[in-house]
């Protein structure tokens, strides 16, 4: 019996137990309920009050939309009735009602009264009583026929002169663009096309437009001001846009005035920076000239290390400049760097790899423009050197990009490089049997190289024997040229002369090869060692010079 007495007990507790943490818990999600979300009672385009608590039972929106529609009624009757404040309370929740005559319109609690404001509840609902006082007198004025007529002859007035401003506008703007249109004409018939009197010109123009363009959006608030308040009801949209106006006006001008210092900052920087530039670019302009000379810098690449010195001070300036700019600090400048900064990490590789190759070959001097050069199996004249690319012309009229990181892995031949002191050298191979005399075969070969005009006769033509093959002998004629651009023609004049001149000495230019040994040795007789034109040595014997 005890055992059994126990576990009731200790059921009993329990259920105690639960009942209390879920009255705890009721009573904890009722303190946690939200407040109210507050309604404003707006009649005739006019606030009266704002309610902020579900006094009488309603929630805010309700009592704001039942208390426009008793104004409402009451305006429509068109009596006049005195509206006061009386005393009054919801239970043990007291309050002040706003009443016209006999009839209340709202209520207004202590909890419709922001906390912040310290007001007192008699106070707004006096307040509140004023603005319904003006409320039924705007409806009372609208439904004057007067009113009414004297509104609309005003709007009218007021809508002609508004055309008439806004046609005056669209006259100004198309002489305007005409004036304009004529300016950029005649400055680009001085310039042939060139300058950028185009894009200044337009600029210019754009921003005249903006001005025109705001001074009608004036316009329009202003006249759409005057024609709102002809009519009581619409009196207050007009007291809006107005202060709107002004106040937008007045922020833009605060903020033009807040700018004002970092604005003179910035005028300043760039005023030195300019400044700066101009004796970088003068520097750097007298040692590609020559004028001066400074260390480690070449004429050929006094240009690139301008461009980029000139970067540097820029990007200097900027970054001093940045602090003081008109909204730098904002979420819109910050959300801007960033993705700046992400696109430029994701594109930068290939794009500094081109950049690097370009400098170096900038300051390696292999290239300059106009040079004719051997790249792989490109070859023809430098037409173009960018920080990204080279452009080449070939013999056949062709133009080749090369980017700059593949020339950085290329074997560069310039053969303009050497031009002026000595000339480009040409070159130019045959082989010929073992039963050719060597010593005729270099005089043929000399022969036909100073029988060509471009040729240059000092240094003098020249041939080596590079190899003794199986079957033949390699020869090599080497000559100078004056211009490197002439060496396709110059080499094809150069083997139709070395042609003649062999096939006039009776000497066939071939490489025998042979399916069996010949029965008798394949040599070249000594006697006809020096076969002309070949001249012997001045020393050499009789029986030699036979």
């Known amino acids: 019996m005890k055992s059994g007495l126990r576990f009731f007990v200790s059921l009993f507790c329990y259920l105690c137990l639960a009942l209390s943490s879920w009255g705890v818990a009721n009573a904890a999600d009722k303190n946690d309920e939200p407040p109210p979300q507050e309604a404003t009672l707006t009649v005739a385009n006019r606030d009266i009050t704002v309610f902020r608590s579900s006094y009488g039972g309603p929630p805010p929106k309700v009592r704001a939309?039942?208390?426009?529609?008793?104004?409402?009624?009451?305006?429509?009757?068109?009596?006049?009735?005195?509206?006061?404040?009386v005393a009054y309370s919801i239970g043990e929740i007291p309050g002040v009602a706003v009443m016209a005559g006999d009839k209340i319109l709202f209520a207004i609690s202590?909890?419709?009264?922001?906390?912040?404001?310290?007001r007192s509840l008699e106070l707004e609902a006096s307040e509140a009583a004023k603005r319904v006082e003006e409320v039924i007198a705007v409806y009372r004025d609208q439904s004057s026929l007067k009113t009414i007529l004297r509104g609309i002859g005003l709007s009218i007035l007021a809508t002609l002169a508004f055309a008439g401003l806004i046609w005056l506008l669209h006259i100004v703007r198309v002489r305007i663009t005409s004036r304009f249109t004529t300016l950029i004409e005649r400055r680009l018939a001085l310039t042939k096309g060139l300058g950028w009197a185009r894009y200044t010109y337009g600029l210019v123009l754009r921003i005249v437009q903006l001005l025109l363009l705001a001074i009608a959006l004036v316009l329009i608030d202003v006249w759409l001001t005057f024609v709102f308040k002809q009519f009581p009801i619409t009196a207050p949209?007009?007291?809006?846009?107005?202060?709107f106006l002004f106040g937008y006006a007045g922020d833009f001008g605060d903020a033009a005035l807040a700018a004002m210092p970092g604005i003179v900052a910035i005028a300043i920087i760039v005023f030195i920076t300019q400044a700066i530039a101009g004796v970088v670019r003068s520097v750097f302009d007298a040692t590609q000239a020559g004028t001066i000379a400074i260390p480690g810098i070449h004429p050929e690449t006094a240009s690139a290390t301008r461009r980029i010195v000139m970067v540097g001070v820029w990007a200097f300036a900027f970054a001093l400049c940045y602090p003081y700019i008109p909204g730098s600090s904002s979420d819109v400048f910050k959300g801007v760097s960033v993705l700046l900064g992400f696109l430029l990490t994701l594109g930068s590789a290939g794009v500094v790899s081109q950049l690097m190759g370009g400098l170096v070959l900038t300051y390696s001097r292999a290239l300059r423009v106009g040079d004719y050069v051997l790249i792989g199996d490109v070859e023809g004249v430098v037409q173009e050197?960018?920080?990204?690319?080279?452009?080449?012309v070939n013999v056949r009229n062709e133009e080749i990009t090369i980017p700059n990181a593949v020339l950085l892995g290329a074997a560069i031949h310039n053969y303009s490089r050497r031009a002026e002191s000595v000339g480009t050298l040409?070159?130019?191979?045959?082989?010929?049997?073992?039963?050719?005399?060597w010593r005729q075969i270099h005089a043929l070969l000399i022969q036909a190289a100073k029988s060509v005009d471009e040729v240059r006769k000092t240094p003098e033509p020249y041939v080596y024997q590079r190899a003794l093959n199986d079957f033949y002998v390699e020869y090599e004629l080497?000559?100078?040229?004056?211009?490197?651009?002439?060496r396709v023609p110059v080499l094809s004049l150069l083997h139709g002369a070395i042609q003649d001149a062999f096939n006039e000495s009776g000497v066939q230019i071939m490489s025998p090869h042979f399916f069996?040994?010949?029965?008798?040795?394949?040599?070249?007789?000594?006697?006809?060692?020096?076969?002309?034109p070949a001249k012997p040595p001045q020393n050499a014997s009789p029986e030699t010079k036979q």
């Open 237 to 243: 949209l007009g007291d809006h846009l107005l202060d």
């Open 426 to 437: 040409l070159t130019t191979k045959v082989t010929i049997g073992y039963d050719a005399p």
């Open 65 to 85: 939309e039942r208390a426009a529609a008793r104004i409402e009624q009451l305006a429509d009757e068109g009596r006049r009735l005195p509206v006061s404040t």
């Open 110 to 118: 202590q909890k419709d009264i922001d906390s912040d404001s310290n």
């Open 478 to 486: 080497f000559c100078h040229i004056d211009e490197a651009r002439r």
């Open 516 to 532: 069996a040994q010949p029965a008798q040795a394949v040599l070249s007789p000594k006697a006809q060692w020096y076969a002309a």
């Open 385 to 392: 050197l960018s920080t990204l690319s080279v452009k080449i």
